[in-house]
């Protein structure tokens, strides 16, 4: 039973290009959890989102940044026209369609740099 | 504001010593709190929590916690430490009231255990 998979692990940007990250969950596991990870930082919240239904988005910057977790397939996570703030490592997790967060797994996460 | 506060960036320990990671915390309501760990390019693991009940919680790989609400802390403890234990600890706590994934984190704390 694979983990949560998280591709590309390293991805490197020129800014104003745009990345896309993405997230397998686990098998069986229907809720996904995007955060962030600035250098020297703990992990910061972004979004969670179940099938289809984006849930809580309040961690999600207002521009450029937007996710998906469609029907079948992977979740996205999208950057537009990146910047060098942008750099950072992106983390996502997934829980089953039952019981409290602390289920959650990890993925190894990507690390996103901004040139 | 809602935060969690690791205030070691690095605790050194002897292998077979005891240690001890800091966890202190501030959130409006009831808190859920969590520690997790990272070893080197992994994705964070769940080590324990607590909901209610006991103030002492007991985890994974012989860790436990010790939930103390008038000093806001949750502060991580192993009896004997191991080599193996080396790594990142994260703490975190989630607002009941928030949405199941919106866990804040602390920065982390590196433990290092010398033989």
Redesign the interface.
């Known amino acids: 039973n694979a983990?949560?998979m998280q591709n590309p692990r390293h991805l490197v940007r020129r800014r104003g290009q745009e990345a896309r990250l993405r997230c397998s969950p686990m098998k069986g596991h229907s809720?996904v959890?995007w955060?962030r990870q600035l250098p020297?930082?703990?992990?910061?919240?972004m979004v969670?989102l179940q099938k289809e239904n984006i849930?809580?988005e309040?961690?999600m910057p207002k521009e450029r940044f937007s996710a998906e977790f469609p029907k079948e397939g992977p979740s996205i996570l999208r950057i537009q026209q990146v910047v060098r703030g942008d750099s950072a490592a992106y983390?996502c997790?997934s829980?089953p369609p039952t019981g409290?967060?602390?289920?959650?797994?990890?993925?190894?996460?990507t690390r996103l740099t901004v040139v | 504001a809602q935060s969690v506060a690791q205030p070691e960036d690095q605790v050194n320990v002897a292998e077979g010593n005891p240690l001890t990671v800091k966890c202190t915390y501030s959130v409006s309501g009831n808190p859920y709190l969590f520690w997790y760990v990272q070893y080197p390019n992994r994705g964070l693991q769940f080590l324990l929590k607590y909901i209610t009940g006991d103030n002492l919680v007991k985890g994974s790989y012989g860790f436990e916690a010790e939930f103390n609400k008038s000093q806001t802390s949750f502060h991580l403890k192993k009896p004997s430490a191991l080599v193996s234990d080396s790594a990142l600890y994260f703490c975190a706590v989630r607002d009941k009231r928030g949405s199941q994934g919106n866990l804040i984190f602390g920065k982390g704390t590196k433990l290092s255990v010398k033989p």
């Open positions: 983990g949560v809720h959890y955060y020297e930082e703990g992990l910061k919240f969670y849930i809580d309040s961690g983390f997790a829980s409290e967060f602390t289920e959650a797994f990890f993925g190894q996460g």
